[in-house]
């Protein structure tokens, strides 16, 4: 800072924009810095009038890409004093810049910065839009630490908007990026939103790993506010992990989630102790009843029922044995041809794993990523075996896609699935699907669904 103050005279004097530019540029970028780490809003004030004569000297001197950097930062920085409208005008002058340049990798950054503006500003679910179409685009950018950013942003915004599992999915996949781009900071710093945004819904060990990880990343790191965010994930964790501690803060807090916690907890020691039986570690907590830590089980922490032995086993063997004769057979079927599946998902997160999952099974998937692009293959005349549809598609929804299927004489007895967050289980009904399964928690039964279906709606060969 030092530098710059006692340089900015003789950069005055000095003839070329290029140099006054990048000289400016430099200046705000260490006031920007100091801001942060020192909590200085004077700095952020000097910052945004240096990032101002950084842009106007682009601009003399034609350099169109580094104006629209610029811009960027400006939008950014705006952003994070409460000026939004100053902060979307910016914005709008970058993608305007970019967009004369044809630079699409830049304007999904500009997307990105965008969606931190409007998480700023409260709107989340505009915010979610614009950084999934910026991880859309930079995934095929190449620009690893740009797409690392995106996921980041995508990650917070989807679980600001109750979509934990998918948030946690983007935020896991933006550290995996950013250490593979040999940006650590910014790993690190996705694995505290990870903390931050979803803590509360990981368990202990999930949680206490990817602090373990975030620590590891950022133990060079000499970024203040990150430290500073470091800290605070420190003490969330250990109030998460054992429910003694004070909360670090009171934002979102629920002593009935809390207390929840930490009798899960209880629970889970409990019946390990018990090597799983039920009737033993009731015993252990001081039921009178082992029936009534089974209702709590079942009713308040269903997670904990795999922990339960032999109880789970013993009723998978028996539906086994039960199994209908036309689902053996379609056991031995997918031998001779693989099913077909048509699958639309809108996030390849999800998409790339249960197409995993499917294709394990030995099926075919075929993968949609829009409800546009599924429409134009059912509208083809392929032969699909069974028809996969997200709910929440862009273009076309999958009620949509299901109704239309039903249309079509082809595709009218050809067993339709459903997934979906909201539960939309009897406007699916009507539009013709035959299975509806809820997200997260009906995924674990997409197999034995499909199954099911395919035995009884494929004949045979």
């Not at 200046?27 to 020192?38: G, Q, R, V």
């Not at 819904?201 to 060079?220: D, H, K, S």
Request: charged share 25%; with cysteine; proline share 3%.
């Amino acid at each position: 800072l030092h530098i710059h103050t006692e340089a900015a005279p003789l950069f005055e004097k000095y003839g070329s924009h290029l140099v006054k530019a990048k000289f400016h540029n430099g200046f705000a970028n260490a006031l920007n810095y100091l801001s942060a780490a020192e909590y200085r809003t004077d700095y952020v004030d000097r910052a945004l009038i240096e990032y101002t004569a950084a842009s106007f000297h682009f601009e003399q001197a034609c350099h169109i890409s580094y104006q629209a950097c610029v811009e960027n930062n400006l939008g950014f920085l705006f952003s994070t004093v409460g000026k939004f409208a100053e902060a979307h005008e910016h914005l709008d002058r970058a993608q305007a810049l970019f967009t004369t340049l044809k630079d699409s990798v830049h304007l999904a950054q500009v997307d990105d910065t965008r969606a931190k503006v409007l998480l700023a500003e409260g709107s989340v679910a505009e915010a979610e839009k614009f950084a999934r179409g910026a991880a859309r685009v930079l995934e095929r950018g190449g620009e690893q630490s740009l797409l690392a950013e995106a996921l980041t942003t995508h990650g917070v915004a989807l679980a600001r908007l109750g979509r934990h599992e998918r948030a946690c999915a983007a935020l896991r996949w933006a550290v995996e990026v950013a250490e593979q781009a040999g940006d650590l900071e910014s790993a690190g710093q996705a694995a505290l939103s990870l903390i931050e945004e979803s803590g509360a819904r990981l368990q202990a060990e999930e949680l206490t790993v990817a602090y373990e990880r975030a620590a590891e990343l950022l133990a060079r790191s000499q970024n203040v506010a990150t430290l500073k965010r470091l800290a605070a994930c420190a003490s969330r964790v250990l109030f998460l992990t054992n429910g003694l501690t004070a909360p670090p803060d009171w934002r979102g807090f629920s002593l009935k989630e809390a207390v929840r916690r930490y009798e899960r907890r209880l629970i889970s020691r409990a019946l390990r102790d018990a090597d799983g039986l039920v009737t033993r570690a009731a015993r252990l907590l001081g039921f009178k009843h082992h029936h009534s830590l089974s209702a709590l089980i079942k009713n308040h922490h269903p997670e904990l029922l795999q922990a339960r032995s032999p109880v789970v086993p013993r009723r998978r063997s028996i539906i086994r044995l039960r199994a209908p004769r036309s689902t053996q057979h379609y056991r031995t079927e997918k031998l001779a041809r693989p099913a077909s599946i048509l699958y639309a998902e809108d996030s390849r997160l999800v998409a790339d794993a249960v197409r995993d999952a499917l294709e394990a099974e030995g099926w075919r998937v075929e993968v949609c990523p829009d409800g546009t692009t599924a429409l134009n293959r059912l509208a083809g005349g392929a032969g699909y075996d069974l028809l996969l549809f997200d709910d929440d598609l862009p273009g076309v929804s999958g009620i949509e896609l299901s109704r239309y299927a039903r249309g079509l004489p082809s595709r009218e007895r050809t067993p339709i699935v459903m997934l979906s967050a909201a539960d939309r289980r009897e406007d699916a009904r009507r539009a013709g699907v035959d299975a509806f399964l809820r997200k997260p928690e009906d995924v674990r039964l997409l197999v034995e669904t499909l199954t099911r279906l395919l035995a009884v709606g494929r004949a045979p060969e």
